[in-house]
C-alpha cells in the first residue's frame, strides 16, 4: 500500500491538527517528530533504542546512499528495510539540499534536465535529475520517497525564485511519471521563499499533480522566524486537508510548536543527534550544555520531565564525564534523550489539540523553556 492520512481532531482555535498515517509498518499519530538515519542509521541509536523513545517513521538520506553504498547494493539486499533489518517506515528525501549545497555556480550548474555537482567524498562530477532521484529511491524502497526538488538559499531575488519554483514543478512532474514503486507513496514540495504568491502558486500547482502527500521546502535556510513562519502559513494554506503535510528540516522545540499550529503533521532535522555528539541537551527550562564546567559534579538528570533511559539510569555528572573524554557512550546517551524530548514534545501537543489548548501550551511550554536551567 501506499499511505493513508486520516484527520481526527481540529484545534478549534489553530490550525492544528491531531491525525494518523497508516503505513506499510502500522499506524502512526501525528504530530510526528521523525529521526533522521542519514546513511541508514540514526547515528549510533540501535532500532530497539528507537522503539524505545517512540519513533514513528524516520528519514534516510538519497544522496549519501546513492554514493555509499549505492542504490544498487541496497536493492539486492531487498531493499532498506532488510538492509536495516528496520521493521518501520522510513521517508527517503530526495537529496536536493545536499546536492544544492554543493553546487558552485547556481546559473550555470542547474539547468532544465537537472543539478551538476561534485561529490563531498572525492570530488568526482556527479549529474542528478528528478527521474534519477525518483530511480534512487525506488530501488531503496522506503515507504515514502520525496520529488526532485531545488532548494534555494535565502535571500534571493524574486526573478530567481519564480524560475526555481516553475523548474521544480516541471521537475515534479517528470518525477512522478517514474516513479514505479506501488507500495511506495511520493510526495510534492512546495517552494516559493519569502514570496506570498509563489508560494501561493507553488502549492496549488504542486497539488494539481495529485502527490499522497506534500512538504513545505526552503525554510530554516538562515531566515529570520517570523519570516520562517509566514513561509509555512503561505504554503500550507492552499495544501488539501486530507493529505500529510511535512515541513522538512525543523528540529527546534519552539519551532515545531509553531509549525504544528500552522497546520503542519510532520517534521524531521538532524539536530537532536547533532548537538547530543557536542555535549548539549534539550530540557523544559532550555538548551544546556554539559561541556560546562558546574556539571562536574551534578547528579541529577537531564531533565526530570523526562522519561528515556538516558534520565532514568545516569546523571549530568556522568554524562559530562563521557562527552569531555570523548566516550562514544556520551553521545548516544544525549542522543536518545534528545530524541525522546523533541517526541514526546509532539505526543504532547497531541493531547494539546483534543482538549483544544494549543495556544495555552504554546505560552507554558515558551515561558518555561526561555528560563535559565540550573
Same mark, same amino acid.
Given at each position: ?147 526532485? %526538488? ?31 514503486? %506501488? ?192
Amino acid at each position: 500500500m501506499r499511505i493513508e492520512y486520516t484527520l481526527k481532531k481540529k484545534d478549534k482555535n489553530t490550525e492544528a491538527r491531531h491525525g494518523s498515517i497508516k503505513t506499510n509498518y502500522g499506524e502512526y499519530e501525528t504530530p510526528m517528530f521523525m529521526p533522521v538515519g542519514t546513511k541508514a542509521t540514526v547515528k549510533g541509536l540501535s532500532k530497539e533504542e528507537l522503539a524505545a523513545v517512540g519513533r514513528g517513521i524516520i528519514l534516510a538520506n538519497t544522496y549519501h546512499l546513492w554514493l555509499r553504498p549505492g542504490e544498487d547494493v541496497i536493492d539486492k539486499c531487498g531493499g532498506l528495510h532488510k538492509f536495516m533489518n528496520y521493521e518501520g517506515p522510513i521517508l527517503t528525501d530526495c537529496g536536493g539540499f545536499q546536492v544544492f549545497s554543493l553546487i558552485q555556480n547556481k546559473e550555470k550548474d542547474i539547468t532544465e534536465e537537472g543539478a551538476k555537482f561534485k561529490s563531498h567524498l572525492d570530488g568526482t562530477e556527479l549529474f542528478l535529475t528528478p527521474e534519477k532521484s525518483i530511480e534512487i529511491q525506488n530501488k531503496l524502497d522506503s515507504d515514502i520517497a520525496m520529488s526532485f %526538488d531545488e532548494c534555494p538559499p535565502y535571500p534571493v531575488t524574486y526573478d530567481y525564485m519564480k524560475q526555481s519554483v516553475e523548474r521544480t514543478i516541471r521537475w515534479a512532474e517528470r518525477g512522478k511519471k517514474v516513479h514505479k514503486n %506501488d507500495h511506495q507513496a511520493l510526495f510534492g514540495i512546495v517552494q516559493g521563499g519569502e514570496f506570498t504568491d509563489l508560494r501561493e502558486y507553488s502549492a496549488k500547482e504542486t497539488v494539481k499533480l495529485d502527490f499522497d502527500g506534500y512538504s513545505i521546502g526552503g525554510t530554516s535556510v538562515g531566515e529570520p522566524k517570523d519570516v520562517m513562519y509566514k513561509m509555512i502559513e503561505d504554503g500550507v494554506r492552499y495544501l488539501p486537508e486530507d493529505k500529510t503535510r511535512y515541513l522538512m528540516g525543523v528540529g527546534d522545540p519552539i519551532d515545531i510548536i509553531e509549525g504544528v499550529i500552522r497546520g503542519i503533521d510532520i517534521f524531521d532535522c538532524v539536530l537532536p543527534t547533532r548537538i547530543a555528539r557536542h555535549g548539549q541537551a534539550f530540557t523544559r527550562t532550555g538548551k544546556i550544555n554539559l561541556n560546562n564546567a558546574k556539571y562536574i559534579t551534578d547528579m541529577s538528570k537531564l531533565d526530570p520531565e523526562c522519561d528515556c533511559y538516558t534520565c532514568q539510569n545516569y546523571s549530568k555528572a556522568y554524562i559530562r564525564h563521557l562527552i569531555t573524554t570523548k566516550e562514544m557512550l556520551g553521545g548516544r546517551l544525549l542522543s536518545i534523550h534528545n530524541i525522546r524530548f523533541l517526541i514526546k514534545l509532539t505526543e504532547e501537543l497531541r493531547k494539546a489539540i483534543d482538549e483544544d489548548r494549543v495556544l495555552e501550551y504554546r505560552e507554558e511550554f515558551i515561558k518555561k523553556y526561555s528560563k535559565k536551567s540550573p
